[in-house]
């Protein structure tokens, strides 16, 4: 006999833990299945101990960086001991437990879907029935086919988050969101760090500018940024780690750290079982309202393919939640923030000008240098620095996108983001009164600089 359920939920990182709250405080019966620890990648191996990891770091640059102050020490067991506590040493008995109380059944194994109408899923020798079924796995780190890796240390984002010593050396393959937090992070620590990135341009998907303020403030900390390379062949040599680059270099190391791009876990699901197929890149396609079909599948975070951050997961989460409950609505991806935890933060919202070209918007853009056209840079920090980009659409007067390369950048991000996603039109921003001395009076001077 089959346990009967309102909805299995298959995965619980955010995605999946959103939505099995919310239809738990609704009343609702829902089995929660997990193979490996309740709070999924982003609690354990992912923001939560990245950003962890980041901030002493951070906070000593900051220090060296005041009027007066002289640089902190740095304490890597303390640190780690304290990223331990953050990543709960692996132990996700209080979440189990947690949501046992709240009325979850609390499956710890990996589930497969066998049958639909009633959706059927086996997990741990346990079979459920359900009339709806939330998809919420996540994504996997890609390894890119490299000539010899599997013979070398290499690292994911598992063991570089979850690093106990901190390598003499490490080339970091991959310029985006993970090669450029780890990478900075493993500098910061005293690693010598080769960062080998295959395009043109750090954090490939964002403003080409942006990519290069990024890579000068890289380079700054000691990286060294190699920029259209790919590393062809990788290799031991005694104890040292050799990777070949496209261009005839090699660069020796200890470990080569991956931030080579994710892809979603759907393989094992049993999704042909019921005549379900993941799309080319291995994600499940979805509606508006999450949907995977319209008889109660529904998927939700990174096996989705959209926007890979916690945040979107957690709002699609909210999406299938409140539809489930009756309350349907539609999800709608305009102005997600994208912050990078580098320092400065890299944070980015709405189009890129290559998008805004793509849609045939008469684009109008400016740059702030924030250094020299702002206070509060000066009373921040004795070498400050700081870039902010708006876009703007000319015909409808709005905001389209921004960018910036600066402190605190992912707080005050969500500005535009709001101005954005609210097509709060530019002449009420050109009107607007920002508190004298913050980051935040760079807005009204970089609308000001719009050519509209
Ligand atoms: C290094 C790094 C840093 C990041 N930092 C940030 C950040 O600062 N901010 C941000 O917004 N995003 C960040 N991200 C992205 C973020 O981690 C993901 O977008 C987020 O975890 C997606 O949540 P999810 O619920 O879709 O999946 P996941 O967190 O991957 O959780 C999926 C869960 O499903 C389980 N599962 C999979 N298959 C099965 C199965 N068949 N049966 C049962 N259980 C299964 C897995 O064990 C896992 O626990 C980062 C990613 C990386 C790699
Ligand atoms: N702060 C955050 O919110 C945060 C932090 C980390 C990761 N994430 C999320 O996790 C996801 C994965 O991040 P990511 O940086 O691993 O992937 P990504 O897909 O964003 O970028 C991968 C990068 O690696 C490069 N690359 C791929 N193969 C290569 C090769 N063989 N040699 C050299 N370069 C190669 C690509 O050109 C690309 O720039 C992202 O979608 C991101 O949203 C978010």
């Known amino acids: 006999m ?82 331990d506590h953050m990543i709960r040493h692996l132990d996700d008995t209080a979440q189990v437990d947690g949501y046992r109380e709240q009325g979850a059944t609390v499956v710890k194994a990996t589930a497969r879907i066998t049958g639909r109408g009633p959706w059927r899923v086996e997990a741990g020798g346990r079979r459920l029935s359900a009339e709806h079924v939330v998809i919420a796995t996540g994504s996997q780190a890609v390894r890119p086919p490299i000539d010899g890796l599997d013979r070398v240390e290499t690292w994911t984002n598992r063991e570089a988050t979850t690093v106990r010593e901190i390598p ?88 080569i750290v991956l931030g080579t791009g994710r892809r979603p876990r759907t393989a094992g699901l049993g999704l042909d079982a019921v005549g379900i197929e993941a799309n080319a890149g291995g994600a499940l396609d979805v509606d508006e309202r999450c949907r995977v079909t319209d008889d109660g599948l529904w998927a939700v975070g990174d096996v989705t393919g959209t926007a890979l951050f916690t945040h979107v997961a957690q709002y699609q989460a909210r999406v299938v939640a409140d539809t489930i409950l009756g309350r349907p609505r539609r999800a709608d991806y305009t102005a997600v923030p994208r912050v990078v935890f580098a320092q400065p933060e890299i944070a980015a919202v709405g189009l890129t000008t290559a998008q805004a070209g793509e849609r045939n918007i008469d684009l109008a853009t400016s740059e702030l240098d924030l250094a020299a056209s702002l206070a509060r840079p000066w009373t921040f920090e004795t070498e400050p620095t700081g870039t902010l980009g708006l876009l703007a659409d000319r015909r409808r007067r709005v905001l389209v996108g921004a960018w910036a390369v600066a402190p605190l950048a992912g707080e005050w991000i969500h500005q535009a983001a709001l101005a954005i996603r609210a097509r709060v039109p530019l002449d009420v921003l050109l009107d607007g009164i920002a508190q004298f001395p913050t980051y935040s009076e760079a807005y009204l001077k970089a609308a000001e600089r719009l050519d509209l």
Do not use: N
């Open 2 to 83: 089959a346990e009967e359920f309102d909805a299995v939920v298959i995965g619980a990182g955010p995605g999946g833990e959103t939505v099995a709250s919310r239809l738990l405080a609704g009343g609702l019966r829902v089995a929660l299945v997990e193979r490996e620890l309740v709070g999924g990648e982003c609690a354990y191996w992912a923001c939560v101990p990245s950003k962890t990891l980041l901030r002493p770091p951070e906070a000593r640059a900051e220090a060296a960086g005041a009027a007066g102050l002289s640089t902190p020490e740095q304490h890597w067991p303390t640190l780690r001991d304290y990223r």
């Open 168 to 255: 003499r050396r490490a080339v970091v393959i991959g310029g985006s969101a993970v090669g450029v937090e780890l990478g900075q992070f493993l500098a910061r620590m005293g690693s010598h760090v080769t960062l080998v990135q295959r395009g043109p341009r750090l954090l490939d998907r964002e403003e080409p500018r942006l990519g290069e303020l990024v890579g000068a403030r890289l380079r700054g900390d000691g990286i060294d940024v190699r920029l259209g390379r790919q590393a062809t062949t990788v290799r031991r040599d005694g104890a040292d780690t050799v990777v070949e680059l496209d261009d005839g270099s090699s660069v020796r190391t200890d470990v």
